[in-house]
C-alpha cells in the first residue's frame, strides 16, 4: 500500500540555520504531495503542495520539490525562525489519488528552533 | 470565514462509555474527514464524508461510526471506550474532494 517515510526527528538547529526535512513516498502512479504543520495545541495547517513531477511548492519561506525519479518531497528552508518551532508531516492521498480526504501521513517531525 | 469548529475541545470519559464528537466544517464545504492522533501510531485516517454520503473508511473497528448532516456539519462516536482510544481527534473539511484539507484544533479524548 501507499506510505510516506520522513527521517526520524526531533531536530534541532539555532535561529537562521538552514532546514531540509526529509520525506520519501510509495504510491502507485504520480500523487499530489503535501506538507502540513502543526504548531502546539493546533491542528494540522496546509504548509505547500505540489501535483505533479518537478512542481516546487513554496509558502512562508518554506520549499519542496516533487522528485519523481528519487519518489521524494523533501522540506527545506533557509533560514529558520523560532516561530517555525513546530511538528511537520508529510501527506499523499491514498492509493488512486483522487481524494485528498483520505491522506497517509508520515510520522512527523518535531523541529525545534532556538534563539 | 469561520475555520473549521470541532466541539468538544477537551473530553473525559470512562472505560465503556460512548462519546459524540462534533465538527462544522468552512461554510461551503461539503467534504469532511477524521482522523485519530496518538503518539504511538500517528495521524490515521478515520472516514470521509461528502454530501452525507461516506465516501472512505479506515481501518478501525465497527465501534467507530460517523455521519454528515445536509448542512454538511459532521459527528462522530465512539462506543464501549477502550484506553486505547484516548487522543487527539482531528475533523479536516475541503470543498471538494481535490481541494487540500482545512483542519480543526481537534477534540482531545482522555479514557479513564
Known amino acids: 500500500g501507499d506510505s510516506v517515510t520522513q527521517m526520524e526527528g526531533p531536530v534541532t538547529l539555532s535561529e537562521e540555520a538552514f532546514l531540509t526535512i526529509n520525506c520519501t513516498y510509495t504510491?502507485?502512479?504520480?500523487?499530489?504531495l503535501f506538507w502540513y504543520v502543526q504548531y502546539p495545541g493546533e491542528g494540522l495547517q496546509l504548509l505547500l503542495k505540489?501535483?505533479?513531477?518537478?512542481d516546487k511548492g513554496s509558502n512562508k519561506g518554506f520549499e519542496a520539490t516533487y522528485r519523481k525519479e528519487t519518489t521524494s518531497f523533501h522540506l527545506e528552508k533557509g533560514s529558520v525562525q523560532v516561530s517555525d518551532s513546530a511538528v511537520y508531516f508529510c501527506?499523499?492521498?491514498?492509493?488512486?489519488?483522487?481524494?485528498?480526504?483520505?491522506?497517509?501521513f508520515g510520522q512527523g517531525t518535531i523541529l525545534t528552533v532556538h534563539p | 470565514k469561520a475555520g473549521v469548529t470541532q466541539t468538544p475541545r477537551y473530553l473525559i470519559k470512562t472505560r465503556g462509555q460512548q462519546v459524540t464528537l462534533s465538527c462544522s466544517p468552512i461554510?461551503?464545504?461539503?467534504?469532511v474527514s477524521w482522523y485519530q492522533q496518538t503518539p504511538g501510531q500517528g495521524l490515521q485516517f478515520l472516514f470521509e464524508?461528502?454530501?452525507?454520503?461516506?465516501?472512505n473508511k479506515g481501518n478501525f473497528p465497527g465501534r467507530f461510526s460517523g455521519r454528515q448532516f445536509s448542512n454538511s456539519r459532521s459527528e462522530m462516536n465512539v462506543s464501549t471506550l477502550e484506553l486505547g482510544d484516548s487522543a487527539l481527534y482531528l475533523c479536516?473539511?475541503?470543498?471538494?474532494?481535490?481541494?487540500?484539507?482545512?483542519f480543526g484544533n481537534g477534540t482531545r479524548l482522555t479514557v479513564t
Open positions: 479536516a473539511s475541503s470543498s471538494t474532494s481535490s481541494s487540500p484539507l482545512h
Open positions: 504510491a502507485t502512479g504520480y500523487p499530489s
Open positions: 505540489a501535483t505533479k513531477a518537478d
Open positions: 501527506a499523499l492521498p491514498n492509493a488512486g489519488g483522487t481524494s485528498y480526504g483520505k491522506l497517509t
Open positions: 461554510s461551503g464545504h461539503r467534504s
Open positions: 464524508y461528502f454530501s452525507e454520503t461516506q465516501r
